[in-house]
Every structure is written in C-alpha cells, then in structure tokens.
C-alpha cells in the first residue's frame, strides 16, 4: 500500500553539527521527493526535491540522496543554525495519470544555541 | 509567502455543524490539493482538483466535499462535524497534471467543540 516511512521522529543536533533524515517508501512508480520545512503556526514550505533520473541534489547547506534500488532517501542539513528548527516532512509521488504525495510522519528537528 | 491563500485562518465550530475553507492558488495553477493534518496523523491527502474535474481521491470521508470554480479557486466543504475532525486543513496548489511542485497555503484550524 501507500507508505512512507520517516525517521527518526525527532533529532536534536549543536549548533554546526550535521542532521540526517532518512525515508523509505514502498511504491517503486515514485519519481518525485520533495522535502518540506514547516515552522509552527505555518503551512509546509519546499525546501529541495529531487526527481528519479538524479542521485543527488544540493541546494547550499542542504541536500538530498535518493538510491531508487532500495526506494529510499535521505535529506543532509550541514552547518545547521538555530533557524533550522522546525519539523521536516519527506514525501514521495504516488499514481498515474494524476498523481499525490504521500507524507513520512515528520521529523521534529532541534539545533541547540 | 507561497502565493496559495486560505480562509479564514482559524474556525471554531461546534458538532453536527457544516464549515467551507476556501483556497485561492498560485497565479497561473490549475491544480488544487487538501490535506488534512492532525497531530497522530500527520498530513494526510484528502483529494485533487485539475481545472475545475475531481482528478485524485485519498481517503477523504463521506461527510467532506470539496469543488474547484471557473476562477480556479477550490472550497472543502466539511459536514456533520465530529470532534476528530478538529484538525490543520491545508490547500496546495501545482502547475499542471504532471508531477510538479506542490506549494502550500497557511492552513485553516478547524476547532469542533
């Protein structure tokens, strides 16, 4: 079925320290992953994505690695401030002719002054 | 600031009672997707509009209808509401039928006592 898995739940990081979230998903069509940031009180806001034919993308002190053998990815946050603070949401495209996202859980991330 | 609105921002109701939540998306758009967000549950997909046609269906109850006007811009209408129904409901909208960017509007919280 429809499943995307997120981990971990929540991360607390220094200041300047590296964060890894890893996803995993189950339907083998997916060909889009989008990342998303949201803050409290706001909607979710794409931070980076990445489509099947890439590996890789990076977008300064963010990036994304997709291996489509073992359907996962993961996001890298180096150098992280207190701004990145928020919970992250993986997704994965779902469907044919149409298509939806199907969330992780989220990751609750915390960077410590 | 996405360009996706939504109103109102917040919306306190009671039970058996009936809501609209309405979503104005990017300029230029002609997709409109709902999700759900509540705490356990995480964003959950509620259903897909392309230029005016139902195009995608997640797991959205019977009670909840949603449509897309000419202009473009998208209503969720909830009934018979129901405690669990308290929740973030966010509209996001996209290019086209393809697998785009999906970016997200700041949500309605829908409060049922």
């Known amino acids: 079925g429809e499943n995307v898995e997120q981990h971990p739940s929540t991360l607390s990081v220094q200041e300047g320290d590296s964060a890894v979230i890893k996803c995993t998903y189950s339907?083998?069509?997916?060909?889009?992953f989008p990342w998303y940031k949201q803050e409290l009180g706001k909607g979710p806001q794409l931070i980076i994505d990445?489509?099947?034919?890439?590996g890789e993308k990076k977008d300064q002190r963010i990036a994304v690695t997709l291996n489509k053998t073992a359907k996962h990815f993961s996001l890298h946050i180096t150098e992280t401030q207190p701004e990145d603070s928020a919970v992250y949401f993986c997704a994965a495209s779902w469907g044919g002719s149409s298509y939806k996202l199907i969330f992780g859980s989220g990751t609750r991330l915390l960077v410590r002054p | 600031d996405s360009g996706v609105t939504q109103t109102p921002k917040h919306l306190i109701t009671a039970t058996g009672q009936r809501v609209t939540l309405r979503c104005s998306p990017r300029s230029g758009d002609l997709s409109v997707y709902w999700y759900q967000q509540s705490l356990d549950q995480g964003l959950q997909f509620l259903i897909q509009?392309?230029?005016?046609?139902?195009?995608a269906k997640g797991n959205i109850l019977e009670r909840f209808s949603a449509q897309q006007f000419p202009d473009l811009h998208s209503e969720l209408n909830l009934s018979s509401l129901e405690l669990g129904d308290s929740a973030l409901y966010f509209c996001a909208s996209s290019a086209g039928l393809a697998v785009d960017t999906q970016y997200f509007g700041p949500g309605t919280r829908l409060t049922v006592l």
């Open positions: 339907d083998s069509a997916s060909n889009y």
């Open positions: 509009y392309y230029n005016g046609e139902e195009r």
């Open positions: 990445i489509r099947s034919n890439v």
